[in-house]
DNA sequence: TTCACTGCAAACGCTTTGCATATGG
DNA sequence: CCATATGCAAAGCGTTTGCAGTGAA
């Protein structure tokens, strides 16, 4: 059962997804709704096959194929948010009320975590002026070893991953 | 014909690497030295493909297979780093006596930018200490429009690409 | 001599495309 | 109705792997 704000979200994007829809000349499929109400039904990260198999398993039926066209139509009105951690396989999280952030990303076992700092504002302002650039938007991903595989290095010397 | 720092450049990446091989007990081979010389042939960006076809019109008798082994190698030993810009394609450049620097992707005509600054360190020392994660490497993308994509924006409303 | 390295081609995995069918407007 | 969207399967494309032959040590 979802929970109070996550209901009040849901309904938020869902409008917005639907005023997206509406003003460019797309259709409002069911599939489309369903496909954005699971992005929206957790927090983390996915990638395009797990958001399939998970959707199978809840007996939708839908396509790879819809699922990438969908994303690219929630990517389009700000509702989800791309990602490439270093590897060829694209990661997405939703992004509506989720406070702008960067990743560490943790290269032996892979765990992603997510930090904040205003200072990455600066540094696109202070590009834009001097090399006349519009930036839109930024990926700032950190890599190293994360506290947990830190610790067990020191014991096993052996990653997890 | 390679200019005088380029030779002396050369020179030094060929006993880095030749070292490395050594140290690691990786062989020496004819392969992997004409693929260093190859990728420091040139200054900017690159992909696999397009280094392959370099050498294939060169003559060189060359696998894609040697050229993604061989990048592995330049990578773990710093002579090369690797870098997504937001497709499913890696991108590569040479870095030894590089400036450490970050890149401005223009999402118009694809062109890619670099900038260096400082605060960026400030941003890595600040999370290592409050996330108590091990920072080895940073991305830092901008992505946005370039000046010349945003004066033609301006009469055609056209992108390029 | 030996085994890591090579080239080649096939396999792989994520993504895109083609096409017949279904359906929103 | 019919143009757009869908599911399915095949194709694309960058990358990885398997294997027989080669050559560095």
């Known amino acids: 059962m979802l929970s109070e704000?996550?209901?009040e979200i849901f309904d938020s994007v869902k409008e917005i997804f639907s005023n997206y829809l509406g003003?460019?000349?797309h259709r409002k499929t069911p599939e489309r709704f369903a496909i954005l109400s699971?992005?929206?039904s957790s927090e983390g990260h996915f990638d395009i096959e797990s958001l399939y198999v998970q959707m199978k398993e809840k007996n939708y039926r839908v396509s790879r194929a819809t699922l990438y066209n969908t994303?690219?139509?929630l990517l389009d009105c700000k509702l989800v948010t791309k990602h490439q951690f270093g590897k060829n396989i694209a990661?997405?999280?939703r992004s509506y009320k989720y406070a702008q952030h960067d990743h560490l990303i943790c290269q032996d076992c892979g765990k992603v975590y997510e930090f904040c700092d205003p200072r990455i504002q600066n540094i696109k302002n202070t590009v834009e002026g001097?090399?006349?650039f519009k930036v839109t938007n930024h990926s700032?991903?950190?890599y190293g070893t994360c506290k947990d595989c830190h610790s067990k290095q020191e014991s096993t010397n052996q990653?997890?991953?």
Chains 1, 2 share one sequence.
């Open 91 to 93: 990661h997405f999280e």
């Open 140 to 142: 700032l991903n950190l």
């Open 5 to 7: 704000p996550e209901t």
């Open 23 to 25: 003003e460019h000349g």
């Open 38 to 40: 699971e992005v929206y």
């Open 130 to 132: 001097l090399l006349n």
């Open 71 to 73: 994303i690219e139509l």
């Open 159 to 161: 990653p997890i991953n």
